[in-house]
């Protein structure tokens, strides 16, 4: 279940340092190298999963719960005013290690604006047909 090829492989199972804040079994958190905000971290997995779409259902089950308890943490102990979670999956969705993570990123008061976008315009028409759209991608 790992990828030698593979970095984030490498620093989950401990064989790439990295500034580790939590671990478990399953599970290593640790500060992203290029951080968008003081605290921002990256949950792994120890296993290789490419995305969310690869992830098995056990580890999928237990990352929100840990990514609800390292965001608690933070609150605590860096005194953010909230967190962002915010995970890419695909190239063109801004995701550049091939090794499903999720970022938690601290959010600070009087902080930079990011995780944002230009709210668009659709119609309820559209929206409608879109739904109708997706629904049948879920059969
Ligand atoms: P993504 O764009 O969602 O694939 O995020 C990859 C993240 O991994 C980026 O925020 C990088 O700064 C971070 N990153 C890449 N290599 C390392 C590393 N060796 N240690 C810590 N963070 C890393
Ligand atoms: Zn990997």
Same mark, same amino acid.
């Given at each position: 279940m790992r990828d030698e090829n593979c970095i984030f492989c490498k620093i989950a199972n401990g064989e790439i340092p990295a500034a580790t804040l939590y671990e478990d079994d399953e599970f290593r958190v640790i500060l992203d190298l290029?951080? &968008?905000?003081? %605290?921002h971290a990256l949950i792994l997995p120890k296993n290789h999963f490419a995305d969310l779409l690869d992830l098995d259902d056990g580890v999928s089950s237990k990352v929100l719960a840990l990514a609800a308890k390292i965001g608690a943490a933070m609150k605590k102990?860096? %005194?953010? &005013?909230g967190f962002n979670l915010v995970q890419n999956n695909g190239e063109v969705a801004g995701?550049?290690?091939?090794?499903f993570h999720m970022h938690v990123i601290p959010r600070y008061e009087g902080g930079p604006d990011m995780v944002s976008w230009e709210p668009g315009t659709s119609s309820g028409e559209e929206l409608a047909k879109l739904a109708e759209c997706i629904k049948k991608g879920l059969q």
């Open positions: 290029g951080p &968008a905000s003081k %605290g102990s860096l %005194g953010c &005013a995701q550049t290690v091939f090794h």
